[in-house]
């Protein structure tokens, strides 16, 4: 799975890193850090993610 | 599973309602209905980046998944009443559609005035094309802009114009504060000094009376002011109605439904003690077993994806003849506002906590963060400020989702 975030949209929101907290983290200054190519046994979570983000920013690609 | 599902109304409650019944193991037919000619969009952005030029329309469309590929869409069709006992839909189109279930997805229109006068130049934001206009006539040069509401959508659009450069900007509310209904009076005190400071202008504790036009007496004219029921006149070009909104459920009359506020649902969002009618989103009326049981709306935009998760899997077992077991619904409402530079962010529920509002850190004039309280108990909090405060208020997410169901 590859997880792709479009850095123009993303305002920080951070609701994804409640929905899947193994994929998308803040850093210290409160922007979003994420794992591009997570493994497929979080899928659901990251679906999750994607579905939650209020810019829609978050594309699960394959 | 044969049969077919469905959704009325074509938006993000209907979208998520769609996927979330292929996520639940719906494999029947789905039709999605709605009025609309567009494909579902996301709506915050009309009041804010797309007002203020940043992000264009096509920008605003929802990618569905690919499991609800084959829904059908019949877009740009309202729905024109439902004979709920047969399962038929008509359409204004004057077609007859069957189902086997229903998902209500209709969501809400904003409220109009009715006070007298010209009713050019007077905008509401709730689609695209309430948005496109909107931009439309704020970007014309030196216009006056007038917006009437001060809550949330009123608030973020009076602060996307004064950072379009509009020279003039003012609020009018008949309560005293900014979105003092869900936040409270420190709060929404905090969020009016923050305005204005920012040049935002406001006319609190007054109503509108009506409009004053000019161009003639023929219905045609455009309107130059607003008249306020105290008697003053605030010059306006453009005019924004942000006074809440009436859910459109006109196509539900005569079902023997509780429609007064929305349509009225059970604690598994089910309509009118039907196993086959489920609602979603902006209209349902729930009662969420966090709280009190009470039956609210909630226009919030985690709401339609909360509800249509919860409601697929309803409306999937009981059309598949089995018993419901699932918990009672209990959300955990989530809401952010943008204004100016600054972001409102709030998790649970604020209003229900109005008596008992604490500092839980910072201060109001900066990064703040706010503890609502009933009964002892943390039930909300609402963060101001930029990223270190909605930060803050994310640490207090956790510890509402744990707390155990409040009761009246
Ligand atoms: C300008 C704006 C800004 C917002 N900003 C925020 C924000 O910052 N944060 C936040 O948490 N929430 C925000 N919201 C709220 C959020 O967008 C809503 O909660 C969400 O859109 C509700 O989705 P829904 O599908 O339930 O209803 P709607 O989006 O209202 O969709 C209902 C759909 O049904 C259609 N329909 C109605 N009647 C019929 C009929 N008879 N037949 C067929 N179709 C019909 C409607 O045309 C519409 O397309 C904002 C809303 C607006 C309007």
Redesign the interface.
Known sequence: MKVVVDMN?C?????C??ASPDVFS?DD???LLYVADPDESLRDEV?EAA??C???AI?IEA | MTGRVVVAGASMGGLRAAEQLRAAGWTGAITVVGDEPHMPYNRPPLSKEVLAGKASFDSLAFTPKAAAADVEWRLGTPVAAARLAERTLDLADGSTLAFDGLVVATGMRPRRLGCPGPTAGRHTVRTLADAQALRDALTRPGVRVVVIGAGFIGCEVAATAVGLGVREVTVVDPLPLPMVGPLGEAPARALLRRHEERGMRFALGTGVAGFEGAGGVEGEDRVTGVVLSDGRVLPADVVVESVGSVASTEWLDGNGLDLTDGVLTDEQLRVGGLPYVVAVGDVARFPNARYDGVPRRVEHWSIPTDTAKHAAKVLTAQLAGFEVCLPAFAPLPTFWSDQHDFRLQSFGAPALGKGDVRVLDGDPDGDVLFGYHRGGHLVGVVALGGQAAAMGAAKYRAQLLKQPALTA
């Open positions: 949209k305002q920080d929101h951070g609701q890193v409640f803040m200054d409160g922007h679906e579905d939650v209020p810019l829609q594309r």
